[in-house]
């Protein structure tokens, strides 16, 4: 059976255990997902009386091409005509992507009928938190592209240079390889910066005192890749240094304990307990890690409030931080796959102290 059409099934099992006649999936990611097609504008209709991908005129041909497990509707009306299609198949019950369906949105196709309706917001998401054999691959290209990339900005230097010159560099260099896109817009924090998270980068220079945290991705045919690397000078200032070694004790931790059947929060607890052991806990401010994928943020997500467990061929970040205001931050992030007993890296980058300088 073909991938798309494979998948399409198993949505339709995980309907019926919901005992859900027929969904609507509204989210462009899932939609690639379950029947391939690459454009940004459509919705699909299905059930076990047909599958149905709405779309306008703009991707007529894209989506006679790219798509084969589903019938291609061409309209310029789509809520209207996926309304349309869903009452002809006459179901008892409708499943809907809530997290991603507006309000308005859902009034155009439930009008009527809303008793019918029921949301199911994360349905094609848990399909999708195990990667297949051809996903990791392209994962993996993602990786080595972004990694590339990161490679070569920094063989040109960076001293002199601006925080957001090295970040296009960055970004200029994943194309180069044969990226579509960057996975999200590439942080570039040095100096004192680099205690803000998600800084975004500015036009300032690369503080040559260190730290300097570089979060970065590729996203290649679809499929994403997530890094951070924090560079440091040849003597960084001892503070800095302690964080680095308590952040990348941490990071070990994690990654040492995902696994399948491992709960997620269990990985969080044993980075924060890292990090708490080390003095720093309380300068953690984030979870530490989600699934990658599609998007570079899907489940699972590695947190304290997570109540999914690990399972072979997830892909998973690990990324503990320490952010202390008006003296800096680390980040070391590795995307990993849980494997049959243990996780493994995908991005391979060191992550050892001044490893890149």
Known sequence: MKTHEARIRRLLASMARRREDAFLCVRMSNIRYLTGFTGSDAVLALSEAGVFLVTDGRYTEQARAEVSAAEVVISDRKWREASRLIRR???GRVGFESRWLSVEQYQAVS???????AASPDLVEA??????????????????????ALLAALSRGVHGRTESDLAADIEAGMKHLGAGEPSFRTIVASGPRSSMPHAEPAD???????????????????????????????????????????????QEAGIAAAGPGVP?????????ESLDRSGY????????????GLDVHERPTLSPRSRDRLAEGMVVTVEPGVYIPGV??????????VGASSASRVTFLPKTLSSLL
Do not use: N, Q
């Open 204 to 250: 300032v220079p690369i503080d040559p005192t260190g730290p300097l945290v570089l979060d970065f991705g590729a996203r290649f045919r679809g499929y994403c890749s997530d890094e951070t690397v924090t560079l440091m000078p040849p003597r960084p200032a001892r503070p800095i240094r302690r964080i680095f070694d308590a952040v990348r004790k941490a």
């Open 89 to 91: 198949m006459r179901p």
């Open 127 to 148: 399909l999708r938190m195990r990667k297949d054999p051809g996903e990791m691959r392209l994962m993996e290209s993602s990786a080595i592209i972004a990694s590339g």
């Open 111 to 117: 009008r009527g009928w809303e008793s019918r309706w």
């Open 328 to 337: 800096g931050g680390v980040r070391l992030e590795d995307t990993v796959c």
């Open 264 to 272: 997620c929060r269990e990985v969080d607890r044993r980075v924060r």
């Open 281 to 292: 806990l309380k300068y953690f401010v984030h979870s530490t890690g989600h699934g990658v």
